[in-house]
């Protein structure tokens, strides 16, 4: 039998001892950023992303040791474990085996068959089974008890059914067998509701819908399951063929192979038969229905999680502007646009209203206004939330930057999801008391441009919204994946231990929330950190927490230069034997790249400090402190082009990617509705993963294939040869036929597609990413939902 560490080691490829390792520094209280980065002789260069996989087998497969030994106990409790049984208990390799074996001895509700067996009809199953040539009835009269509650031949039948149904659906092996063929051959179908079409009609793709089981898309698995949570949609797992109940089930007769029943026409024959369908469509079919359904919607779950945790990084990690005083603009209309100046290190330092906009129509005033801000804070960029309002208050900072040249300013429209979140937080409550919550937006806005990942920390993850449908996963599930991905974003970053705010410090590994207050409150009455030694005088800050902090936490003008870099404490050892070996001054190596690269890491290793560590070293004296988000830039949107309808098939635009789903990408082109970009209109190559090609944040050029203003759906595409015109003439159709093939299961290939531009190929990739994905219109009908 494996042990857990072997398996994990098998499932990621690598060596036990690597495995074993990882999971001592894990139990002894090391983070993952920490292990990653510090302790690579130790892994043998385990990466983060193997790392996280680890902790997470590692804590399945702990959580199913405990309930293997859970199980042992009970069974052994009721005197009934064998030698053989437990040797399959201690087998398993899944927690749904364990729970199959399990199940026969698993405490549960008084059920018929343990209330027949405690009327003595147990040797009337027996018999029966076991000699199908005796006459039921003949046999059933022997066992008429009225004082056991058996009053007739019918009764005393019943609860022989009932004791072999238990029987039957209870065996370990024929769950397994069972559970494998609906997975392979089993459909998802799902249904509308009688009387429910007008009420359901969101869901209208989903009315008469059937695909194979295990190859639902996380997304359309998700909005079918939001359906049926609803009331709205009946959703079921079929066998195709299977659907008429005249014809019998494939199932059952795997029930009556694996318990050897045969209809031979002998007495009994006939009994036993409808004992075998019985538990099939009672016992059987309910509970792997919901299994296999739980099942779908955990994978489906897994992967929402995925695409939600992939473009949380992309957008902690995208470029910041840097340390440059603010403007930030939060739109509105008749409440006016809440103005927010922010200094180089994001203290905010000025504040007012503004009423450019009808109904005030204050244009020169306001104009004024920020002139005057920008004068007297030495302001460069202008930050405007793409909320209500972003477009007329865009146009504003576009004539205050006309207006006024000798200014110098840029404008940026940010995304401000989250702001309004942040803004009644306890948090900005706090840092901001006596500010009124719609300024506490703008300061985030302002602060978010400046550094996206130091602002976004603030927030709760899912309050960001960048995934697909999920309020519908896991909670807990989702909450601790997106935890994982803001630990690992700001540790890769590094804070600057000086500037960084309580929340930022917080996602430092090793930190938590009162160790992070206590850093600030620390600073606050001693003034800025001089070393990272002086980390050990904050109260609760010893030195396991200062080993796991502080290569992550950076002091830029301290007394010591490697405190600005990511080298850790424990190995600036390292670094003065080279400036000792070669008679320099530390100082003088950081940034030698010429000297630097002719050093030979294997030359400067000890006992503690191998190769990877040590070339590490020599990387980071190169470049201390470097950060690895790439370089600002932002999108241009298109004057003139400020609402759906202004939009027109074939326009070219720059937009934003706000969001990467499994099918495509939201692109935010400053309409106050986001385009789709279809996974097959991403690129003229086929695409397997939209982030192959797009992440959240980047700017991307876009070309308008089609726009619904009624229903706000705009499909857009990045393949720039396509042609809008051409989509309408000759593309829709073999879209609606494809969409009919997916609801009634015909496999059939759909009519060639016939989209311009498009290389050798091209029609497959459109076929199977149509297929994963469904149709533009599929996808528009759930568009909101997925935002949701």
């Not at 302001?379 to 006309?402: H, K």
């Amino acid at each position: 039998m494996e042990s857990i560490f072997q398996r994990i080691a098998s499932e990621l490829n690598v060596k036990e001892q690597q495995v074993t390792s990882a999971v001592q520094l894990l139990d002894d209280g090391a983070t993952v950023p920490f292990i990653a980065r510090y302790r690579k002789e130790a892994t043998a260069g385990l990466d983060d992303t193997q790392l996280r996989n680890l902790e997470e087998r590692l804590r399945y497969l702990r959580e199913m040791e405990e309930r293997r030994a859970a199980i042992l106990k009970s069974i052994a409790e009721q005197d009934k474990l064998t030698p053989e049984l437990e040797k399959g208990i201690k087998e398993a390799d899944t927690k749904t085996r364990l729970e199959d074996l399990y199940l026969p001895y698993k405490p549960k509700r008084r059920t018929k068959g343990q209330i027949a067996i405690e009327a003595g009809l147990e040797p009337l199953a027996d018999a029966l089974f076991a000699d199908p040539t005796l006459t039921p009835e003949s046999e059933a009269e022997k066992f008429i008890d009225a004082d056991k509650g058996v009053e007739d031949v019918k009764a005393a039948l019943d609860g022989a059914r009932y004791i072999l149904m238990e029987r039957f659906s209870e065996d370990a092996d024929l769950l397994g067998r069972l559970r494998k063929f609906l997975w392979d051959e089993g459909r998802m179908s799902s249904r509308v509701m009688a009387g429910k079409e007008k009420e359901a009609a969101k869901f209208r793709d989903y009315f008469e819908h059937d695909e194979p089981l295990k190859g639902v898309p996380s997304h359309r698995a998700l909005a079918i399951f939001r359906g049926r949570n609803s009331g709205l949609l009946q959703v079921s797992a079929t066998i195709e063929g299977a659907e008429d109940r005249t014809v019998t089930h494939p199932c059952e007769l795997m029930v009556a192979e694996h318990w050897r029943l045969e209809d031979q026409g002998r007495a009994a024959d006939k009994w036993l038969r409808d004992c075998v369908r019985w538990t099939w469509r009672v016992k059987l079919l309910p509970h792997l229905e919901t299994e296999l359904m739980g099942q779908v919607r955990e994978a489906a779950e897994e992967e929402a999680i995925k695409v939600f945790s992939k473009n949380l990084s992309d957008l902690l990690l995208a470029a910041p502007a840097g340390p440059r005083a603010t403007i930030g603009l939060d739109p509105g209309l008749r409440t006016g646009v809440k103005v927010a100046v922010i200094d180089k290190t994001g203290k905010m330092v000025d504040h007012t209203t503004i009423f450019p906009h009808v109904p005030h129509n204050k244009w020169t005033e306001s104009l004024g206004t920020i002139a005057k801000l920008v004068l007297k804070h030495g302001v460069e960029l202008i930050a405007i939330g793409n909320g209500t309002a972003s477009r007329e208050t865009d146009r504003f900072a576009a004539e205050v930057i006309r207006q006024f040249p000798k200014l110098n300013l840029s404008k940026v429209v940010v995304s401000e999801a989250g702001a309004s979140v942040y803004s009644a937080s306890e948090l900005a409550a706090k840092e901001f008391p006596e500010l009124d919550v719609s300024f506490r937006g703008a300061v985030s806005i302002a602060r978010r441009l400046q550094d996206p990942l130091a602002e976004l920390v603030k927030i709760d993850p899912k309050a960001i919204g960048v995934g697909q449908y999920q309020h519908d996963v896991s909670q807990t599930f989702l909450a601790r994946s997106l935890e994982t991905v803001v630990e690992d974003c700001v540790n890769a970053v590094g804070v600057d231990l000086n500037m960084a705010s309580s929340a930022l410090l917080t996602r430092v590994s090793g930190l938590n929330a009162t160790i992070a207050q206590n850093i600030v409150s620390y600073r606050d009455e001693h003034g800025a950190f001089p070393s990272r030694d002086k980390l050990k005088e904050v109260s609760r800050l010893g030195e396991k927490t200062f080993e796991q902090c502080a290569g992550f936490l950076r002091i830029m003008d301290g007394e010591n230069p490697l405190d600005r870099s990511a080298v850790h404490p424990e190995a600036y050892p390292v670094v003065q034997n080279i400036a000792a070996r070669f008679e320099r001054d530390v100082r003088g190596l950081i940034g030698d790249s010429g000297f630097l690269k002719g050093l030979k890491a294997a030359e400067f290793t000890d006992e503690k400090f191998g190769v990877p560590t040590v070339t590490d070293i020599i990387s980071e004296l190169d470049k201390p402190g470097r950060d690895p988000r790439p370089e600002f830039k932002t999108a241009k949107f298109q004057e003139g082009v400020e609402d759906i309808k202004d939009l027109k098939p074939n326009m070219e635009l720059e937009g934003v990617v706000s969001n990467v789903t499994n099918f495509g990408a939201f692109v935010d082109i400053g309409v106050h509705q986001d385009g789709l970009v279809h996974i097959s209109a991403l690129s003229n190559k086929f695409v397997k993963d939209p982030r192959e090609i797009v992440k959240a944040g980047d700017v991307v050029k876009v070309k308008v294939l089609e726009v619904d203003a009624e229903r706000r759906r705009i499909a857009l595409t990045m393949r720039m040869s396509d042609d809008a015109n051409a989509m309408a003439g000759g593309e829709q159709q073999p879209a609606r036929n494809e969409r009919r093939q997916n609801r009634s299961g015909d496999n059939r290939k759909p009519a060639a597609n016939s989209r311009g531009g498009q290389p050798r190929g091209g029609q497959k990739q459109g076929r199977q990413q149509k297929d994963k994905a469904g149709t533009f219109a599929d996808l528009f009908a759930n568009a909101k939902q997925l935002r949701k």
